[in-house]
């Protein structure tokens, strides 16, 4: 009978998740234990500044896996999206549940959709990668940083600072909240974020017990596709507060379509490729070469500049 600590962000969200994966391995392994460990990232510590100003990736992670090598924890949940590309030696994703839904939805004060929005709209998001695809869209929409769980960023559009916000679909099937959504966008019109709507499991990689159990709840096709993203993120060395999207899919012969994305941050300029390939590995680099080519690189530097300053 094994046990197992488990570590966890405290956000509602977080939390939700991490029971969830918890409840799916009581019914794989009915006679394990389980014991959360929450804990309080850099992320969550510092709300009135934009991501992209105070480290991008990894700020909702590294306590966490500082706690996964102290051996205080066995495995953590994370949403796949807040992972860095690399992982540090000595930890893997022992497991990526199924996906679920990955697109950006909008929530609007009265039900509008983007397109609906009246001219000069304020739309709330912290995501360079959504505001740099709603402004290719509406260029006459304003923009303006949103921090917060998703409580929190749900009431200041319910108090009326915003005309809409922009969240992850997922986060809000996760806690019940779909009933508040105005439009599920389009992935032609916002990519989703790399792995967004997927979950990791993160371990160390000697832990065999740990990767024997987590194995079981890996979900192959969507390890495929999240692989594939993030080797594209990888190879374009992007954070999470920097204006990239990539979103792949699998077919039943395995075949992966990846579309990748690097955007300017007002959405002036916009690079996307698609691509098919069966090694999600090779596939990644693929895309992301092709939008190096075009131009993307000299985008993402000037981002990395700007949050620098």
Known sequence: MGNWKVGTRRSNLALTQTNWVVDQLKG????????????????DRILDVTLSKVGGKGLFVKEIEQSLFDKETDFAVHSCKDMPSELPEGLVIGAIPKRVDPRDVLLSKDGKTLDELPEGALVGTSSLRRSAQILAHRPDIQIESLRGNIDTRMRKLQEGN????????????RVNFEG?????????????????GALAIECRSDDEETLALLKRLDHEPTRRAVTAERSFLHKLQGGCQVPIGAYATVAEDNL???????G????????KNTA???????????VAEVLLAQGAGEVLEQVLRENQQ
């Open 28 to 43: 794989i392994a009915p006679e394990a234990n389980f014991e959360l460990h929450e804990i309080v990232t850099k992320g």
């Open 162 to 173: 915003f005309d809409a916000i922009i969240l992850a679909a997922a986060g809000l099937e």
């Open 180 to 196: 508040k959504i105005s439009q599920f966008l389009p992935v032609e019109i916002s990519l989703p974020a790399v792995g967004q």
């Open 256 to 262: 992966i379509t990846l579309t990748g994305m690097v």
């Open 264 to 271: 300017s941050p007002d959405g002036k300029q916009m690079f």
């Open 276 to 286: 098919t390939g069966h090694d999600p590995l090779a596939l990644g680099i693929q």
